[in-house]
C-alpha cells in the first residue's frame, strides 16, 4: 500500500502482523521499558520494518532511537518515516539530499472518534472530510504526514490548524502551511486500499513541493 505512493528512490517496507521474529536492539528496548505491550510490540514491528527498509538502501542493522518530540533518529545520509496502526505497521526511508524529509501516515479505514473532526479540521476541510465515512480518518493521516515531513525541516511543533489540506479526488492532496518555514506548500499522494488510508509526502532537491 505504501509503495504506491512513493516516488522512485524511496524504499518501504510493511506488514499486516506482528513478525514473532522482530526483536530490538537494547538501545531501544531501553526507551520502551515502561510502556504497555501494545505499545513495545508496536515500537518493535516499526523497527522491524525500519531495519528492512534500510537494508534496501544497502545499510547493515542498527538501532533507531527517538529524538524529542519521538520521531526516529536515522543513520547519517538517511531520512525516513514510521507509521503503526491497528493491523499496519510500516517505515520508508531513502538517501540524502535527493530526499530532505518523508511524512506517511496510514490508519483504518473507519470514521474517527467523536470530537476528533472537530479537533483537526479547519472549516473550509469539513465538507470534504464529512461527505464519507473515512475521510475524516484520511485527513488525520494527512495532517500527520505533514507534521512528519515539517519537523525534521525545521525541528518545530505543527498544531492541526496551521496546515490547510486540499484534497484532489484523484489520489493527491495539496497541503499548504499556514506558519512562516523553509516550504510554503506541500503535496502529497493517498490511497484507500485493505481496509486502511493512507498518505505520505516527499520532499526534496528533485520535488520541491514535495510529492
Same mark, same amino acid.
Given at each position: ?138 485527513? $488525520? *493521516?494527512? %495532517?500527520?504526514? @505533514? ?6 525541516? &525545521?525541528? #518545530?511543533?505543527?498544531?492541526? =490548524? ?10 493527491? $492532496? *495539496?497541503? %499548504?502551511?499556514? @506558519? ?6 506541500? &503535496?502529497? #499522494?493517498?490511497?484507500?486500499? =485493505? ?11 528533485? *520535488?520541491?513541493?514535495?510529492?
Amino acid at each position: 500500500m505504501i509503495e504506491d505512493l512513493m516516488p522512485p528512490g524511496v524504499i518501504t517496507a510493511e506488514v499486516f502482523a506482528d513478525p514473532p521474529d522482530a526483536v530490538l536492539f537494547p538501545e531501544e528496548a531501553a526507551l520502551v521499558t515502561r510502556a504497555v505491550e501494545a505499545r513495545r510490540t508496536e515500537f518493535t514491528t516499526g523497527r522491524h520494518c525500519a531495519r528492512t527498509a534500510l537494508a534496501g538502501l544497502g545499510l547493515p542493522p542498527t538501532p533507531i532511537l527517538t529524538g524529542p518530540r519521538g520521531e526516529p533518529l536515522w543513520p547519517d545520509g538517511v531520512v525516513g518515516t514510521i507509521t503503526h496502526c491497528r493491523g499496519y505497521r510500516a517505515a520508508a526511508v531513502a538517501r540524502t539530499p535527493d530526499v530532505l524529509s518523508i511524512g506517511m501516515d496510514a490508519e483504518p479505514r473507519e470514521p474517527l472518534p467523536p470530537g476528533v473532526l472537530d479537533a483537526i479540521a479547519l472549516p473550509q476541510e469539513r465538507t470534504w472530510a464529512e461527505s464519507a465515512q473515512e475521510r475524516g480518518r484520511l485527513l $488525520f *493521516t494527512m %495532517k500527520e504526514s @505533514v507534521f512528519k515531513a515539517w519537523y525534521p525541516l &525545521t525541528h #518545530r511543533n505543527l498544531g492541526f =490548524d496551521e496546515a490547510e489540506i486540499i484534497v484532489n479526488d484523484t489520489g493527491t $492532496f *495539496t497541503a %499548504k502551511l499556514l @506558519v512562516p518555514g523553509p516550504v510554503g506548500e506541500f &503535496t502529497g #499522494r493517498w490511497a484507500v486500499s =485493505d481496509g486502511f488510508v493512507a498518505s505520505a509526502i516527499v520532499w526534496g532537491t528533485n *520535488t520541491p513541493s514535495g510529492m
